[in-house]
């Protein structure tokens, strides 16, 4: 995969070059609260995940979960 990278400075602004992250900073799965997650990444989450959510509302309510 790194083979196949673009060179950063080949499509940043001059001037501009962010810290890129080489490696994933956690072991396990990243777990950040709903209300604390942007809402970009909440809206792009799609409508598969709302259904979810919806169904898991659901069956919290009716004492299922």
Same mark, same amino acid.
């Given at each position: 995969?790194?083979?196949?990278? @673009?060179? #950063?400075? &080949?499509?940043?602004?001059? +001037?501009?070059? #962010?810290?890129? =992250?080489?490696?994933? #900073?956690?072991? +396990?799965? %990243?777990?950040?609260? =709903?209300?604390? $997650? #942007? $809402?970009?990444? @909440? *809206?792009?989450?799609? $409508?598969?995940?709302? %259904? &979810?959510? &919806? *169904?898991?509302? @659901? =069956?919290?309510?009716? +004492?299922? =979960?």
């Amino acid at each position: 995969m790194r083979e196949q990278e @673009i060179d #950063p400075s &080949k499509y940043y602004p001059e +001037g501009y070059h #962010p810290h890129l =992250l080489t490696e994933w #900073p956690v072991e +396990g799965d %990243l777990v950040v609260p =709903l209300d604390q $997650a #942007p $809402a970009d990444l @909440i *809206n792009g989450m799609g $409508a598969e995940w709302r %259904l &979810k959510k &919806k *169904n898991r509302k @659901i =069956l919290e309510e009716q +004492g299922k =979960l």
